[in-house]
């Protein structure tokens, strides 16, 4: 695609497309990730760069790029932290579009012109966030796990693929996305707390309504250096995703009336000679294990009461609630769909797809009598 020259002054006329990028001792790479910024084929863009406390030669270099380019923005803060970073970039940005970037990454000089041509095709007007393939930059035999989580964001391309994953862990690499401004004039930005602010942010607007999808190409380069705040900030952490999750879970199924069959709504007179009340389903995990007990245990926080788990180890199962624990039945002693909600919460490598294989064969619907949360 030809390069796309911005017609009018870049501080007469609002961009097309603002690319937040923040940033705190990158010195390494920030050139690097300017350089694929300066370097895209879609020229009507502004990049914000938000310096928040660097104490290397960064700002210098940011500086430096922006003094020869005048659609670069440096922004620099005292430490406040990358969702403080993030919010101030929104508040300043102009574009009708925003996208993110990192320091550490690098975008292909296709990425904002596919985006922005995905999000204006006239199929597309009620996708409000497009992300893309990305190409793992890594050591895949060192990080096989990082590699495979990669593997997994690149299968997930449609918008109903997205929403019936986000439970599972992000569906996006957050430098790679862009989405509609107006989103965040609707939904709100990045919140703040002992959470992912990028997950919180999808799951949030997923609830909302807001359809998300992917260009289905690599477009950008993902690294996963040692630095990397995802590898060494507690935000981050297994249990800090699955902690922040839980609210969203319980808002859905509560919301959606997972938990309750259709005609629990039908007038009394309608229900007369039917199952007694409570008209509800009960809900069961899958994974008997300690750590997803433990995990599925936030659940309990939001309201959601756990009636029993399935498990594959004949040794956990105890079809009948005695004494103080809980009921554990096999997959076996599975009822028919629409009997009860299964969440899948075992987290080891190949037992979701084991899991899915396995209600899918007794005709449960993914997103209505299951839903994969690990």
């Not at 629409?338 to 294989?357: F, H, M, P, T």
Request: aromatic share 8%; hydrophobic share 45%.
């Amino acid at each position: 695609m030809a390069i796309r020259f911005a017609t009018m002054n870049a501080a007469a006329a609002a961009p097309c497309v603002s690319v937040l990028m923040p940033v705190r001792n990158a010195e390494a790479t920030v050139a690097r990730a300017i350089g694929s910024i300066r370097a895209q084929t879609w020229a009507d863009w502004e990049l914000i760069v938000v310096d928040d406390g660097s104490t290397d030669a960064t700002a210098p270099i940011a500086t430096a790029v922006a003094t020869a380019d005048p659609r670069v923005r440096v922004v620099r803060r005292e430490p406040r932290g990358i969702v403080a970073a993030l919010n101030h970039a929104l508040d300043v940005a102009r574009g009708e579009f925003i996208a993110r970037m990192d320091a550490d990454d690098e975008s292909a000089p296709e990425r904002l012109a596919e985006q922005v041509a995905f999000l204006r095709a006239p199929g597309n007007q009620q996708v409000g966030l497009v992300g893309c393939r990305v190409e793992f930059a890594g050591d895949a035999a060192v990080n096989a796990g990082y590699a495979l989580h990669v593997e997994w964001i690149n299968s997930l391309l449609t918008p109903a693929d997205i929403a019936l994953n986000r439970f599972v862990e992000s569906p996006f690499a957050h430098p790679s996305v862009m989405f509609r401004r107006e989103l965040v004039q609707r939904h709100g930005g990045y919140r703040d707390g002992d959470f992912p602010e990028d997950y919180e942010l999808w799951l949030r607007w997923l609830e909302a309504g807001v359809v998300m999808a992917k260009v289905p190409r690599a477009l950008l380069r993902w690294h996963d250096g040692p630095t990397r705040l995802s590898r060494r900030d507690p935000r981050y952490a297994p249990e800090a995703f699955f902690r922040m999750k839980a609210e969203w879970i319980a808002r859905e199924i509560v919301g959606r009336g997972l938990l309750t069959p259709p005609d629990a709504t039908a007038p009394p007179a309608e229900r007369r000679g039917r199952e007694t009340p409570p008209y509800m389903r009960q809900l069961f995990v899958w994974g008997a294990g300690r750590p997803t007990r433990r995990r599925a245990a936030h659940l309990e926080r939001h309201g959601v009461r756990i009636a029993g788990y399935i498990d594959v180890d004949a040794k956990k199962v105890t079809p009948a609630i005695g004494g103080r624990g809980a009921r554990v039945i096999s997959p076996a002693m599975l009822p028919p769909p629409g009997k009860i909600l299964v969440l899948g919460y075992v987290a080891a490598r190949g037992a979701r797809e084991l899991i899915r294989a396995e209600l899918r064969a007794r005709r449960y619907v993914e997103g209505r009598d299951f839903l994969m949360c690990a």
